[in-house]
């Protein structure tokens, strides 16, 4: 029943910037913790940001002061805005969020989206 579907993704000159979005079915968004996570080929996927259902963030290192994630929840999306972006960043971006109940946790992943940071 959940689904995630991102879109923004494409090509960019370093130092560019790109926003990606993350639409989410369901009524239960606004308390649901969202992320983004990225993969490079041959790369382990890697949590780049996260925001809870209060709205609390936090950031890899090393987009820290680059990228800011945030949502809203009228709307079912969440977003990631992302700057001053360097050939680093290339990577499959994908969201994330976890359904969770007394029997645990459940994984859910939108399709990816690609952001080529090149010159």
């Known amino acids: 029943q959940v689904q995630l579907v991102e879109s923004g993704g494409g090509l960019v000159q370093p130092g560019g910037s790109l926003r990606l979005s993350c639409a989410a079915s369901g009524s239960i968004f606004s308390r649901t913790p969202m992320a983004w996570y990225r993969q490079a080929p041959g790369k382990q996927r890697e949590l780049v940001a996260g925001i809870s259902s209060g709205s609390y963030t936090n950031y890899a290192d090393s987009v820290k002061g680059r990228f800011t994630i945030s949502r809203d929840n009228a709307k079912n999306t969440v977003y990631l805005q992302m700057n001053s972006l360097k050939h680093e960043d290339t990577a499959v971006y994908y969201c994330?969020?976890?359904?969770?109940?007394?029997?645990?946790?459940?994984?859910?992943w939108g399709q990816g989206t690609q952001v080529t940071v090149s010159s």
């Open positions: 994330n969020t976890k359904k969770c109940s007394t029997y645990g946790c459940t994984d859910y």
